[in-house]
């Protein structure tokens, strides 16, 4: 697994929150994101990481997306 | 009733951070190893697989490579360790605002009032050990007591990933059997001294007669019975303000000796702009300004002087560095090392006594100099200089990071 940080369209709701919304892929594909069915505070083991987890549904699939300091990543194959 | 303390310890905390980045280390002996200045690293940390080959805390490098030929050696990263105590504490409060800190891994929380909320001591030992886990990646081992000493105690005797209780019922079996240097402030000369009257683990200085140990320990050989018989009353304190950095300084060896005022000017800005820097982003001003200097023979010397006003601004730090230097330097020899610290630090809204003639000044200062920091952060440190600095680019570096963090004291 590799850690992999990604560019992420991001929206800025007016009650402070971050709601990611688009994905973009290393190769410059877009992933939109249905929806975010739960953001916590946690590690990445698997590829070395720690900060808001937002757990995404794309195109149907589960995908973990981390907020790091100001940088987004997830753990690629 | 019985007050519930925890005390919640970070296992080989600085190790446990670099290996959760870095998963090609993590089964691997890993050590942590300071020092820039001085050229001779030792370890600060250690994980347990390094453990296990004999490092040790305080070893050399050459020691520690010694012991274990494969050991891979990292340096530190205090800012992401004081992020990382930071959201350890966090969890913390989530059950109860008495948490008091002693050092930047272990910190005993006072959960007596919390438990008709959350569940018995024990219950919120292992909830905190999850959610750790679970939200940093890293383990921690609680001590579950009645005082604070028991509840030291008790973090330490399992570990890593672990809760020990230690209560009214078990503590004469779990306690007085460990070795009586295992005791909070048991070093090595008080050690001594008890052994020298046959005193070798808690329970023996436990059951000791009270006068006997203030006949050779004084006054502190009272304290330590009652430590060993957990009638330890200390109260958790609330360590919210004080700020867990001691001091913020930055030192540099040189490419090549510094032979003249000018040349030490140029390093004394590039050193206080770095540690002005990092007095922001940690949100603290300092008042007091120190610097050292190490001559070419290796002879090195610390001077330091207050300011007028606590400061986070590289400008008023440089300043008076460089009037310090001064004022102690006549240039009997090159110069290889500078330094510059600014201790006395307080955090950086607490109120502060403004100058009546130079405070729109100082406000436009600090407003510039936060300004620089976020150009800085879009587009390198070097995107914006001093013209200073250009007159050489060798003394021009973005100096090694040198925290230094004391543990605070457990009686004030
Ligand atoms: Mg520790």
């Given at each position: 697994m590799r850690k992999v940080f990604v560019d992420v369209v991001v929206k800025f709701t007016k009650d402070g929150q971050k709601i990611p919304l688009t994905v973009i892929w290393e190769d410059g594909k877009r992933f939109q994101i249905d929806k975010v069915t739960d953001v916590r505070r946690a590690a990445s083991l698997k590829v070395g990481g720690q900060g808001m987890r937002y757990r995404c549904r794309i195109n149907g699939k589960e995908t973990f997306l981390w907020l790091e300091d100001d940088r987004w990543f997830v753990e690629a194959k | 009733m019985d007050r519930v303390i925890l005390h919640s310890d970070l296992n080989s905390f600085y190790a446990s951070v670099e290996c959760l980045y870095n998963p090609d280390i993590r089964d691997?002996?890993?050590?942590?190893?300071?020092?820039?200045?001085?050229?001779?690293?030792?370890?600060?940390?250690?994980?347990?697989?390094?453990?296990?080959?004999?490092?040790?805390?305080?070893?050399?490098?050459?020691?520690?490579?010694?012991?274990?030929?494969?050991?891979?050696?990292?340096?530190?990263?205090?800012?992401?360790?004081?992020?990382?105590?930071?959201?350890?504490?966090?969890?913390?409060?989530?059950?109860?605002?008495?948490?008091?800190?002693?050092?930047?891994?272990?910190?005993?929380?006072d959960v007596t009032e919390s438990t008709r909320l959350f569940g018995s001591g024990e219950k919120i030992a292992h909830e905190i050990r999850n959610t750790i886990k679970e939200e940093l990646g890293i383990t921690v081992s609680v001590g579950v007591s009645f005082n604070k000493i028991f509840a030291k105690l008790g973090s330490d005797i399992k570990k890593p990933d672990a809760v020990t209780v230690i209560d009214r019922e078990n503590y004469k079996n779990k306690v007085w059997k460990l070795p009586v240097q295992d005791l909070l402030y048991v070093g090595k000369s008080t050690c001594r001294k008890l052994y020298n009257i046959g005193i070798y683990t808690i329970g023996d200085l436990a059951c000791a007669p009270v006068k006997l140990l203030s006949r050779h320990l004084g006054k502190w050989g009272e304290t330590l019975w009652l430590f060993a018989n957990g009638y330890d009353e200390t109260p958790v304190q609330k360590t919210d303000n004080?700020?867990?950095?001691?001091?913020?300084?930055?030192?540099?060896?040189?490419?090549?000796?510094?032979?003249?005022?000018?040349?030490?000017?140029?390093?004394?800005?590039?050193?206080?702009?770095s540690v002005a820097e990092r007095l922001r982003r940690h949100n603290l001003r300092g008042r007091t300004v120190q610097i050292s200097i190490r001559d070419s023979e290796l002879m090195t010397i610390e001077r330091q002087a207050p300011m007028e006003n606590y400061t986070y601004t590289s400008l008023e730090i440089a300043r008076k560095a460089y009037e310090i230097f001064l004022k102690s330097w006549d240039w009997h020899k090159n110069i290889r090392l500078l330094g510059v610290r600014v201790t006395d630090l307080i955090t950086a809204d607490t109120g502060i006594q403004l100058s009546l003639i130079d405070e729109n000044r100082r406000v436009k200062?600090?407003?510039?100099?936060?300004?620089?920091?976020?150009?800085?952060?879009?587009?390198?440190?070097?995107?914006?200089?001093?013209?200073?600095?250009?007159?050489?680019?060798?003394?021009?570096?973005?100096?090694?990071?040198?925290?230094?963090?004391?543990?605070v004291c457990y009686f004030r």
């Open positions: - | 691997k002996p890993v050590a942590v190893c300071g020092s820039q200045s001085t050229r001779h690293g030792i370890v600060l940390a250690r994980n347990l697989i390094a453990k296990k080959f004999g490092v040790k805390t305080g070893d050399t490098v050459r020691e520690a490579i010694d012991k274990c030929p494969c050991l891979v050696v990292v340096p530190p990263d205090y800012e992401r360790y004081l992020r990382f105590s930071v959201l350890a504490r966090d969890v913390y409060k989530r059950y109860t605002d008495l948490v008091e800190m002693f050092g930047i891994d272990e910190c005993w929380l004080q700020p867990i950095i001691k001091s913020i300084g930055n030192s540099f060896t040189t490419p090549r000796d510094l032979q003249n005022n000018e040349d030490v000017k140029i390093l004394l800005f590039v050193l206080s702009d200062r600090e407003l510039l100099e936060k300004s620089i920091d976020s150009i800085r952060a879009r587009f390198g440190h070097y995107s914006v200089q001093r013209a200073l600095l250009l007159l050489d680019n060798r003394l021009n570096a973005n100096p090694a990071e040198d925290h230094v963090i004391h543990p």
